[in-house]
């Protein structure tokens, strides 16, 4: 949420050109200057966040877009959780829990689920691995360069749809309730979610789309 405020800021188009920068907050007009790395800049009257430079190198988002990715597959391939019943054992994984909401009757909250939790992080971490691949490789023909700013500007979509935190909360949640009446076991599943959501959540605190624009007109 913070991170957007600043995304939306009314920072001037032509940064070169007129570089300052109105406070979301106060609207105080603040000259830019270049930060060294790792520094945000506050606004002096109210300490609103105005810009920064990334967190991340490209490197270190390459990293945590990597270990995403090989966490993505065992995270819904293997069974989040384990229940014992009364002697009797069930196990599932993200899909078969998303596909037997569908099967009670409730087709939209299933389509929801595999949108948010399966569909929207597989795309989004391909989406930015393969952003990372292209300013890897320069950015230098125009085919690169359009796909490039088609995935731009597809980017804040699949961020919205992509919702992990929610399964991640509906997993305590259930673990809790269910835990009086039955065995609840997390398995090496769970684990790969839980690490998964958060390699997302550092990737999207370092990615910004901001400076991904950079990349695009630097090179062009
Ligand atoms: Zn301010």
Same mark, same amino acid.
């Given at each position: 949420m913070g991170l957007q405020s600043i995304d939306n800021s009314? +920072?001037?188009?032509?940064?070169?050109s007129s570089p300052v920068v109105l406070?979301?907050?106060?609207?105080l007009a603040v000259k830019k200057c270049q930060l060294p790395q790792g520094v945000r800049a506050l606004c002096p009257?109210?300490? +609103?966040?105005l810009y920064d430079t990334p967190y991340c190198s490209i490197n270190g988002m390459l990293a945590l877009c990597l270990t995403a990715f090989f966490l993505y597959w065992p995270a819904n391939m293997l069974p989040v959780m384990e229940l014992q019943f009364f002697g009797s054992v069930r196990t599932t994984t993200v899909l078969q829990g998303a596909t037997a909401v569908i099967a009670q009757g409730y087709p939209l909250v299933g389509a929801a689920v595999m949108i948010a939790a399966v569909i929207a992080p597989g795309l989004l971490i391909s989406s930015i691995l393969l952003q990372i691949v292209l300013i890897k490789s320069g950015l230098t023909s125009s085919l690169s360069q359009k796909v490039y700013k088609l995935l731009l500007t597809q980017q804040s979509i699949l961020t919205q749809l992509s919702m992990l935190e929610i399964y991640v909360i509906s997993f305590l949640v259930s673990a809790f309730q269910l835990s009086d009446h039955a065995d609840i076991h997390f398995s090496i599943g769970t684990f790969c979610f839980a690490g998964l959501f958060l390699a997302v959540l550092f990737l999207l605190r370092e990615y910004d789309l901001k400076h991904m624009w950079g990349y695009l007109n630097n090179e062009a």
């Open positions: 009314n +920072t001037p188009r032509n940064d070169s406070c979301p907050a106060c609207d009257r109210c300490q +609103t966040a």
